[in-house]
Structure formats: structure tokens, C-alpha cells
């Protein structure tokens, strides 16, 4: 022991001699850099899909979007859903922690101020779980995709939240940065996506996990799951020495050293804790660790160890139960009167052009997500977030603008990324006879230039002489407009075009 203290001494007062030593690289530190950099490379693939301007690259990406919670759910694939509870059930909630890109901008959010050796952010504590908020929240994205509010579905999606921030902010940055034209977004999308984005930045910067754990809808419903996984994390009572390292550095606030368990269900299997833990207490494992002192196994008595008693349901949960059966009613009738509503505010000459693909325009609002997608690769950047133009509960899915430019013949590009399904894909030729909308012309601004006959790219639109004009007339033959909004496009005359475009009416 002597000896070793005089080494120690020699080497502190020994110049350029003294070197810290490496700590080990044991398996948990490894799953942990592993993580990183898949959820590094998820980052950076969702980044690029919704920032690149190729359409190969493009194309080449969107798988990362089809495999998202909320989209899965919105296009009604059951079999992919189905799949990613198995994951969860095997493997917790590794998705949260690798795939959705939110959760990996929280993670950077989160591990920022706390970089460094004087760092001062507080540490991480174990908080109780809020399940009763967790599942009314989760109830309310369910209720809202199925009672056609897909604005409120959009504002709880991780990936759409994502999605808008980098369609609406980070695109035009890359097309600044790269001398081209910068693609003018609507206000009014790109402050909702700033401010959400904002938000949860912010809510990560101090509190690491904590929209993931209380606000997410896909956390919830993967947290049903993760909570009984296979793999999970578990401590070995017989190691810890209590010293709270996993505790500080879980950003999920999920590690309860008290009890010495972890709350696979708000858990998102970031291996932060087993690559802190000193003395490797904490491991990600299948098994149950028993206690070594049966003095501290937990002990069932009474009805707890019972297992023909009657169930007892708590008072709190009852009465949330009942209150969502109770308002269904209400929440259908309440349907039926904002479709009303809408429907009037929309007017009749002003129906919204919704984008080629569609079934149905009913279906495209109950299954859109705005995420942007679309809306940032339009080559033809005709495509923009909506504001009430389909009404409030629609707010910030696409819609085609016709005074930004037009939906080119040729391009299929916004139904073959949807991931949703809210855009079914089309070939050229079935894009060439889809019906978008129809043009209509207004006699008395059309000054008979031909420019709209000219651009047709049908050749339904004709020049005719009209009864009390010096110049001809343009006419539009219905039967074989699509609505493509080439014409009005061209059209010569402004403020207001002398031939526009309508959607179809529902």
C-alpha cells in the first residue's frame, strides 16, 4: 500500500508523467456508442430526405418516412403497426431512441448543456410517471384520427413535427446556402413549425425525455408494450452501491433507485445508464434478478397474493374510462356540425385544389399528417401548407396554388413519397387523366391572348369569337381538363387571373 502511494505521489509531482487512464470500454459503453450511431444515421437520412433536392435521393430515402408510428397508423397498416409493438416487446422502445427524429433532436437538445467538465445543469431525477395525462393524450390522437381532425394528430406526431421544421426552415436554409432559389413557405406553417419545435427543444434542454414520456402519442403506445419487453434493464441489488450514477443520467427520469427499478414503459433504451454505472449494476438483459437477502424480496399478503380475488380497478381510471365512452356520442355529433361549418366557410367558387393521387377528398384529410413532404419536393413549387382553406381541423396539409406555379404534366414525385397513403402513387400516364380541378374563365377580365390555349398541355382550351368582342374569347372544354394550372399560371392579367382553377367538391 505504501509503495503504491509513493508511485502516486512520483507521478503527480513528476512533469508530463501523470496521464489519466482510459476508462474501459465495457458493453454497456459499446451498445451505447452503437446506438448513437444508428440513431446518428437516422438523423441524417430523415435530414436529407427532406432537404435534398434530387429526386433520386429522394426516392432513395423515403423508406425512412414509411416506417414512422403515426403514419403507419394514419394509412391504416395494421401488419406494420403490429410489427413495431413485436419490436417493442422484444426489444423496448428502441425506436423512440433511434428512428424518430424528434426523439434524436431531443437527445442533442438534452446533452448540450451538459457537455463538459463545469458543466452546471442540474442532474437528472427519477419523476413519477403521469399515465392518467399519458393515455388521455393518447385517447385524444386515436378520437381525432378517426373523427377526421387530422390537425390535432399532426401537432402530436413526432415525425410531422419534425418533418414541417426541416420542410419549412432547414430546405430553404440548404437552398440558400447553395445560391439557388429560395421556395417561399406560408407563414403561417412555418411559424407553427418553429414554435412547436421551439417548444420541445426547450422542454428537452431542461428535461430531457419529458414530451417524449407525457405528450407523444407514439410513446405511449409503444410504452404499452415496452413495459413487459423481453430485453430490459435490470439492477443487481447485489452491485449497487446506490451511488445514483444511472439515475443522473437517464433523460427518461424512468430509474427509481428507491425501489431499484426501471420503468420499462417510459424507457427509451438509450444506454446512457449502463455506460455510466461504475460497478456494471445495471445491465440489458432478460433476466429478473433475485434479491440475495430474502429480508428485501417483496412479499405478496392479503388480496395482493391472491390470484382468485376480485380485481380492483382504481377509482381514477374508472372514471376517465367512462368519461371517453360517455363523450363519443358527443364527439360524432360534433362532427357532423364542424363538417357543416367548414364546408360553408369553404364557399362555392373557392374550393381548395388538393393534390393529384387522392381517392377521395374525405380520405386525404383523414389520413394527411402535414408533414411537409410533399410540399418541399414539388418541382413545380405550386404546393403549400393550407391555412382555413379546408377549414380549421385541416389546417397545414398541402393544397396547390396555382399563383406559385403549376402541377407539372409529367411529375408523380408528391404521390410516390407520401407516406401515409393519403396520396396514392400514380405512373405519367394515369397522372395525365387524373382530375385535379377544373378551369374556368371569367369573360370579363379575358383579354383573348391565347397564352392558356397556348400552355394547355391537353389542348382543351380553345379561342372563339364572342358576341359583342373585338378579340376572342377563351373557352375551356371541361370533359378533358384535369385542372393542372398551367393556364392560369400564364395568364397575362392581375392582381386576379382571367382564367383560374377550382378543386372538386366533395
Not at 390522437?141 to 415525425?159: E, H, K, Q
Not at 424507457?267 to 428485501?296: N, W
Request: with cysteine.
Amino acid at each position: 500500500m505504501r509503495q503504491k502511494i509513493a508511485n502516486f505521489a512520483f507521478l503527480m509531482t513528476t512533469p508530463g508523467t501523470y496521464r489519466k487512464p482510459r476508462r474501459p470500454l465495457t458493453a454497456g459503453r459499446a451498445l451505447r456508442y452503437g446506438r448513437i450511431a444508428a440513431a446518428a444515421a437516422m438523423l441524417v437520412a430523415m435530414t436529407v430526405l427532406l432537404t435534398a433536392s434530387a429526386a433520386w435521393i429522394v426516392r432513395a430515402l423515403d423508406w425512412t418516412a414509411r416506417i414512422q408510428i403515426v403514419p403507419l397508423a394514419m394509412s391504416g397498416a395494421v401488419a406494420a403497426l403490429v410489427v413495431q409493438a413485436l419490436v417493442a416487446l422484444i426489444f423496448g422502445r428502441i425506436y423512440c431512441s433511434v428512428v424518430c427524429p424528434l426523439g434524436v433532436a431531443q437527445d442533442v437538445a438534452a446533452r448540450l448543456p451538459r457537455m463538459g467538465r463545469r458543466s452546471t445543469a442540474r442532474p437528472w431525477r427519477y419523476a413519477a410517471p403521469r399515465t392518467p395525462l399519458r393515455l388521455a393524450l393518447l385517447g385524444l390522437c386515436v378520437t381525432a384520427g378517426l373523427c377526421a381532425m387530422p390537425a390535432v394528430v399532426s401537432l402530436l406526431d413526432p415525425y410531422s413535427t419534425y418533418a414541417r421544421f426541416a420542410s419549412q426552415w432547414l430546405r430553404p436554409a440548404v437552398q440558400w446556402a447553395g445560391g439557388s432559389e429560395v421556395a417561399a413557405a406560408s407563414g403561417l406553417a412555418a411559424a407553427v413549425s418553429l414554435a412547436v419545435m421551439a417548444a420541445v427543444l426547450a422542454t428537452a434542454w431542461r428535461g430531457g425525455r419529458t414530451v417524449c414520456n407525457t405528450v407523444c402519442p407514439a410513446g405511449t403506445f409503444l410504452g404499452l408494450f415496452s413495459r413487459y419487453s423481453l430485453l430490459h434493464f435490470d439492477i443487481d441489488t447485489d452491485q449497487c452501491v446506490n451511488c445514483r450514477k444511472c439515475e443522473h443520467a437517464c433523460k427518461g427520469h424512468c430509474i427509481d433507485l428507491d425501489d431499484h427499478v426501471v420503468d420499462g414503459s417510459r424507457c427509451v433504451v438509450c444506454f446512457d445508464c449502463t455506460a455510466v454505472c461504475p460497478e456494471g449494476a445495471i445491465s440489458y438483459t432478460t433476466r429478473r434478478k433475485r434479491l440475495a437477502l430474502p429480508m428485501m424480496q417483496r412479499v405478496e399478503t392479503g388480496a395482493t397474493a391472491s390470484t382468485s380475488g376480485p380485481v380492483r380497478i382504481s377509482r381514477r381510471k374508472f372514471m376517465a374510462t367512462g368519461l371517453l365512452l360517455a363523450s363519443a356520442p358527443v364527439i360524432l355529433r360534433a362532427e357532423s356540425i364542424l363538417d357543416a361549418a367548414d364546408s360553408a366557410a369553404a364557399g362555392a367558387d373557392t374550393t381548395p385544389i388538393a393534390p393529384p393521387g387522392r381517392r377521395t377528398l374525405g380520405d386525404f384529410h383523414r389520413k394527411c399528417t402535414a408533414c411537409g413532404l410533399c410540399v418541399s419536393h414539388c418541382p413545380g413549387t405550386v404546393l403549400r401548407p393550407s391555412t382555413n382553406e379546408y377549414g380549421w381541423r385541416n389546417a397545414m396539409q398541402p393544397l396547390l396554388d396555382y399563383d406559385r406555379g403549376r402541377c407539372l404534366y409529367d411529375c408523380t414525385l408528391c404521390t410516390e413519397l407520401c407516406p401515409t397513403g393519403a396520396l396514392e402513387p400514380l405512373t405519367a400516364e394515369e397522372k395525365h387523366i387524373f382530375i385535379i380541378g377544373h378551369a374556368h374563365v371569367d369573360p370579363q377580365l379575358c383579354v383573348g391572348c391565347g397564352a392558356c390555349a397556348g400552355s394547355c398541355p391537353r389542348s382543351v382550351i380553345t379561342m372563339a369569337a364572342a358576341p359583342g368582342r373585338r378579340r376572342p374569347l377563351a373557352t375551356v372544354a371541361h370533359q378533358g381538363c384535369i385542372g393542372c394550372g398551367a393556364c392560369q399560371d400564364v395568364c397575362p392579367i392581375g392582381p386576379e387571373k382571367a382564367i383560374r382553377v377550382n378543386g372538386i367538391k366533395p
